[in-house]
C-alpha cells in the first residue's frame, strides 16, 4: 500500500504526520514480523528533504541520479536549427555557426537528437542529486536530495520511487505545492493525506490540492494541523465538498518544542500513537471501500 503525504502549500505540517504515521505503524507491528511488514518511508521532497532529522536513519547507500542533455558535434552540424525548433524548453539556441545549449533548462526529453538530420547530436548525463537509502530501526528509508540551483526535480523524485518495495507499506512525503515534483510523487499512491491549517490561505491552496487530486483519481482525505486556531473554513469546505476530516491536532507547545529539537511528537506524547493509529486504520477501511 502507498500512501502519500501531501499539501497545497509548505509549513503545515506535512513531514510531521508523515513521520509520526510511518513511526507508530512500525510500532505497532509484533517485532516477529516486523522484517516482513514494516514500513518504507520515502521523502520525495527532494528540494528541501528533512524527515532524516526525525528519523535518523543510518545511510548505507549513495547513487548519482543523472538527467541526459544534448552534446552537439560541430563537425557534423549544419546549423539547420532543427534541434532549436524541436525544443518545448528553448534549452537549445542556434545563432551563426554556434549552438548553445542551456542544460539548466534541458528536460531530457531526446526530441532533438531523434530528430537532427545529421545526427549531429548525443546525450550525455548531467548529475542534477543523490538518492540516499537506509534504515531507521525497522523502517527502510529512501530519499533524494536535489543539487543546489537545480530546477528539475521530477527526474530525482522517480529515482527516490523507484526503491519503493511492493510488499510494505509505503509512506511518501511529497512536496509542498500543485506543481510537477507534487504531481509526480502523488501519482500511483493508493492514498493521499493532505494536511491543512485552518486559514484562509491554507483552505485556498487545499481547495488547489484537492482538484490535483482529484483529477488523478486518487482517494483522498484531510489533517487539519494546528486545529484550534485561525477559523471554520476549512471545516466548511470538507463537509461541503464530502471530504473527510481524518485527524485534528491541536496547536501544542510541546510539540513545537520537539519538533524544533528533531524529536517525533509520538516520542513526547505516546498517546498520538494511537491518534495515528486510528488514522491508519480509516485509511485502510477508505481504500478497501473503494477498492470495493
Known sequence: MIISIASGKGGTGKTTIAVNL????TKEIPLSVRND?????LDCDVEEPNAHIFLKPDITQRESVSIPVPKVDEKKCTYCGKCQEVCAYNAIAVIKNKVLIFPELCHGCGGCRLLCPEKA???????????????SGTIEFVNGKLN???AMSPPLIRAVKKSILTDKINIIDAPPGTSCPVIEAIKGSNYCILVTEPTPFGLNDLILAVE??????????????RADIGDKGVDNYCSKENIPVLMQIPFD???AEAYS???????????YKTCFLELFTKIKKLFFYQEA
Open 253 to 255: 507547545r510541546k510539540i
Open 261 to 271: 529539537t528533531g524529536i517525533p511528537m509520538v516520542e513526547v506524547i505516546p498517546e
Open 148 to 150: 543546489i540551483g537545480e
Open 37 to 41: 511488514t514494516s514500513c518504507q518511508f
Open 212 to 225: 490535483v487530486l482529484r483529477k488523478l483519481k486518487i482517494p483522498f482525505g484531510v489533517v487539519v494541523n
Open 121 to 135: 547530436i548525443e546525450e550525455i548525463g548531467r548529475e542534477i542529486g543523490i538518492t540516499q537509502i537506509g534504515k
Open 22 to 25: 510511518a513511526l507508530s505503524i
